[in-house]
């Protein structure tokens, strides 16, 4: 739907449309389009605080001197004109996601590309914004963040624990907001127009709030990997977040062209404040200076030899002194593990083949708790239950999804539907898709580095009874030349939870590089993420892995970082996923020519 907005929307002369999209789950999303009138330097998309809309925004292209500029404003679920239920859906990261389908709809109907695009957020936009940034790894120009909300103030003591409670209780509680227009802005009318303004949603699901929170410490932890020129806008008398995780996210950022701005008389709703005029000129200037020479995304091909991550991963490597507090607490543990994987079947498994094999993963893929004793079948179920196997079930419904996609897209084309998995584990990913999906596939190439796992994957290959279609062959995913070799082609290459376990980039590439001469042209790949961990240093500290038992240390790649090697080797990312605690990300790129 275009309509154009009334004469008091119309900002100097540019006449913006209100149109509409479908996210990723069917919901229709409203937005607002101011078309440039001059020859295009770029776009920029503008995501607003929480409780509002879009609309509330528009002085911003004016103000800020945008004209230049195709600019967008969102109006999130469950705001202004977009979809859903009133005050946003039940989770965060489909709020993020739903950005990140803004940006693709962008690309494809109006040729906006990422390398062309900066963002704009305020408050809880602020933290959509840079969720967005940190978990897909979109190469934009710029990101603005106005006084971002990674700390809501609550005010009231240990009220965040009662939420947390109640949302088990009743996941469909709303919480009543205490903001008023005076706490936001000295701006009178501003203020009068947030009372008055009846498409301004006065609650929230609880279980969004905490949400939330959880992304935003994430992102505030694991700011040093965004690598995105950034801008913090800070409001000195802010009576809605706190300033001090915004501080910590502004110390921890590693870009060049990173900077923070503080206005100390203003409130929360900087864009909105009486005294704003600092405020947009900092903006434009931080805007401006993004495009004033071609893009060029910081290069992180050798994030390997420098940087947080590798930083982290040299950390975790090693070992506190001997008898030291943290010492004896690990070896304490590594003890506890012991005495678990005497009662826990998968603990057991994990202690005998690595943590981090395939047989170890196909057990957490199977997810049915098993021990000796009901003992052990609870301490089986807590094992099960750990963050990063959630996220390990998460990823293969991912996997399936992107698979099905990809098969869906290769059949118009007519090319031939043939998938590739390099590292296949005992095949569960491929084998265990459903068998409409499986019909619709012509061949199958399943690959392992481990005998064990090779044996496994035909025993289940024979079982789903696929043998004319499917093979099972020891392989090395780390040999370019023989990947490359591989006959017949494979239109859908897939590499999942590989790359995430080796710390160098030398031999990813050569693996990439080996796929990017066996996928031909309009192929695609469908490869896997490690962005985040909760459990990094109790992992190396506890567990061993596959390559010899040595402990089972993890190089985190930015989802930036992987998307570049991806590019590197000559493929178009075109799609991901990533799991509701931003652990593991599984993202479709196809082969250009």
Same mark, same amino acid.
């Given at each position: 739907?275009?309509?154009?907005?009334?004469?008091?929307?119309?900002?100097?002369?540019?006449?913006?449309?209100?149109?509409?999209?479908?996210?990723?789950?069917?919901?229709?999303?409203?937005?607002?389009?101011?078309?440039?009138?001059?020859?295009?330097?770029?776009?920029?998309?503008?995501?607003?605080?929480?409780?509002?809309?879009?609309?509330?925004?528009?002085?911003?292209?004016?103000?800020?001197?945008?004209?230049?500029?195709?600019?967008?404003?969102?109006?999130?679920?469950?705001? +202004?004109?977009?979809?859903?239920?009133?005050?946003?859906?039940?989770?965060?990261?489909?709020?993020?996601?739903?950005?990140?389908?803004?940006?693709?709809?962008?690309?494809?109907?109006?040729?906006?590309?990422?390398?062309?695009?900066?963002?704009?957020?305020?408050?809880?936009?602020?933290?959509?914004?840079?969720?967005?940034?940190?978990?897909?790894?979109?190469?934009?120009?710029?990101?603005?963040?106005?006084?971002?909300?990674?700390?809501?103030?609550?005010?009231?003591?240990?009220?965040?624990?009662?939420?947390?409670?109640?949302?088990?209780?009743?996941?469909?509680?709303?919480?009543?907001?205490?903001?008023?227009?005076?706490?936001?802005?000295?701006?009178?009318?501003?203020?009068?127009?947030?009372?008055?303004?009846?498409?301004?949603?006065?609650?929230?699901?609880?279980?969004?709030?905490?949400?939330?929170?959880?992304?935003?410490?994430?992102?505030?932890?694991?700011?040093?990997?965004?690598?995105?020129?950034?801008?913090?806008?800070?409001?000195?008398?802010?009576?809605?977040?706190?300033?001090?995780?915004?501080?910590?996210?502004?110390?921890?950022?590693?870009?060049?062209?990173?900077?923070?701005?503080?206005?100390?008389?203003?409130?929360?709703?900087?864009?909105?404040?009486?005294?704003?005029?600092?405020?947009?000129?900092?903006?434009?200037?931080?805007?401006?200076?993004?495009?004033?020479?071609?893009?060029?995304?910081?290069?992180?091909?050798?994030?390997?030899?420098?940087?947080? +991550?590798?930083?982290?991963?040299?950390?975790?490597?090693?070992?506190?002194?001997?008898?030291?507090?943290?010492?004896?607490?690990?070896?304490?543990?590594?003890?506890?593990?012991?005495?678990?994987?005497?009662?826990?079947?998968?603990?057991?498994?994990?202690?005998?083949?690595?943590?981090?094999?395939?047989?170890?993963?196909?057990?957490?893929?199977?997810?049915?708790?098993?021990?000796?004793?009901?003992?052990?079948?609870?301490?089986?179920?807590?094992?099960?239950?750990?963050?990063?196997?959630?996220?390990?079930?998460?990823?293969?419904?991912?996997?399936?999804?992107?698979?099905?996609?990809?098969?869906?897209?290769?059949?118009?084309?007519?090319?031939?539907?043939?998938?590739?998995?390099?590292?296949?584990?005992?095949?569960?990913?491929?084998?265990?898709?459903?068998?409409?999906?499986?019909?619709?596939?012509?061949?199958?190439?399943?690959?392992?580095?481990?005998?064990?796992?090779?044996?496994?994957?035909?025993?289940?290959?024979?079982?789903?009874?696929?043998?004319?279609?499917?093979?099972?062959?020891?392989?090395?995913?780390?040999?370019?030349?023989?990947?490359?070799?591989?006959?017949?082609?494979?239109?859908?290459?897939?590499?999942?939870?590989?790359?995430?376990?080796?710390?160098?980039?030398?031999?990813?590439?050569?693996?990439?590089?080996?796929?990017?001469?066996?996928?031909?042209?309009?192929?695609?790949?469908?490869?896997?993420?490690?962005?985040?961990?909760?459990?990094?240093?109790?992992?190396?500290?506890?567990?061993?892995?596959?390559?010899?038992?040595?402990?089972?240390?993890?190089?985190?790649?930015?989802?930036?970082?992987?998307?570049?090697?991806?590019?590197?080797?000559?493929?178009?990312?075109?799609?991901?996923?990533?799991?509701?605690?931003?652990?593991?990300?599984?993202?479709?790129?196809?082969?250009?020519?």
């Amino acid at each position: 739907m275009n309509r154009p907005i009334t004469p008091a929307e119309m900002i100097e002369g540019a006449t913006p449309m209100r149109r509409q999209f479908h996210s990723h789950d069917g919901t229709k999303l409203s937005f607002l389009h101011w078309p440039t009138s001059r020859m295009r330097r770029g776009a920029v998309i503008m995501v607003h605080r929480g409780h509002e809309h879009g609309e509330r925004l528009a002085h911003v292209v004016g103000e800020a001197g945008l004209h230049a500029f195709d600019v967008y404003a969102l109006d999130m679920r469950g705001h +202004g004109a977009s979809g859903g239920p009133r005050g946003g859906g039940m989770r965060f990261d489909q709020i993020v996601r739903d950005l990140d389908c803004f940006a693709g709809h962008l690309r494809k109907r109006d040729g906006i590309a990422l390398h062309d695009t900066a963002i704009i957020g305020q408050s809880v936009g602020a933290v959509v914004a840079a969720a967005w940034v940190h978990d897909y790894g979109p190469p934009i120009r710029a990101m603005v963040l106005a006084a971002p909300a990674f700390d809501v103030r609550l005010y009231v003591p240990f009220v965040e624990t009662g939420i947390r409670q109640a949302v088990r209780a009743a996941p469909r509680l709303r919480i009543k907001s205490y903001v008023t227009g005076r706490m936001l802005t000295a701006d009178r009318d501003r203020a009068a127009s947030y009372r008055s303004d009846d498409r301004i949603t006065r609650d929230i699901p609880a279980r969004l709030l905490i949400d939330l929170r959880d992304t935003a410490r994430r992102i505030v932890a694991d700011a040093a990997m965004i690598a995105v020129p950034t801008q913090v806008l800070i409001a000195g008398d802010d009576r809605v977040v706190a300033q001090g995780p915004i501080e910590t996210f502004c110390n921890a950022l590693t870009s060049t062209r990173s900077e923070r701005q503080l206005y100390p008389d203003l409130k929360h709703d900087l864009l909105g404040e009486r005294d704003r005029a600092p405020v947009m000129a900092d903006l434009s200037r931080f805007i401006d200076d993004a495009f004033a020479a071609p893009a060029r995304p910081v290069c992180l091909l050798e994030a390997d030899r420098a940087g947080p +991550g590798r930083e982290e991963a040299d950390r975790l490597a090693s070992p506190p002194p001997p008898w030291s507090m943290a010492a004896l607490r690990w070896r304490a543990m590594r003890a506890a593990i012991g005495v678990g994987a005497r009662l826990s079947q998968g603990m057991a498994i994990g202690r005998d083949a690595g943590f981090d094999s395939g047989a170890a993963l196909d057990y957490v893929y199977r997810n049915e708790a098993a021990g000796l004793s009901p003992i052990g079948r609870m301490v089986d179920r807590i094992y099960l239950d750990a963050p990063g196997w959630q996220g390990i079930r998460q990823r293969r419904r991912h996997l399936e999804d992107l698979i099905a996609v990809a098969l869906s897209r290769l059949e118009p084309e007519g090319m031939p539907r043939h998938i590739l998995d390099i590292a296949a584990g005992h095949g569960r990913y491929v084998l265990g898709l459903p068998p409409e999906l499986l019909e619709r596939v012509d061949a199958i190439h399943l690959r392992d580095y481990c005998e064990r796992n090779v044996a496994a994957g035909r025993a289940r290959l024979n079982e789903a009874g696929l043998g004319r279609k499917a093979r099972f062959e020891k392989g090395d995913a780390f040999d370019g030349d023989d990947l490359a070799a591989l006959r017949p082609r494979p239109t859908l290459a897939i590499v999942s939870g590989l790359y995430e376990l080796y710390d160098t980039n030398g031999s990813v590439r050569s693996s990439l590089d080996g796929l990017s001469r066996a996928v031909p042209k309009g192929g695609y790949l469908l490869y896997t993420n490690q962005p985040w961990h909760p459990q990094l240093e109790f992992i190396a500290r506890t567990l061993t892995s596959h390559r010899g038992g040595r402990p089972w240390v993890m190089r985190r790649r930015s989802q930036a970082e992987m998307d570049q090697l991806v590019a590197a080797a000559g493929f178009e990312k075109l799609t991901q996923r990533i799991d509701r605690w931003g652990i593991f990300t599984v993202s479709l790129a196809r082969r250009l020519g």
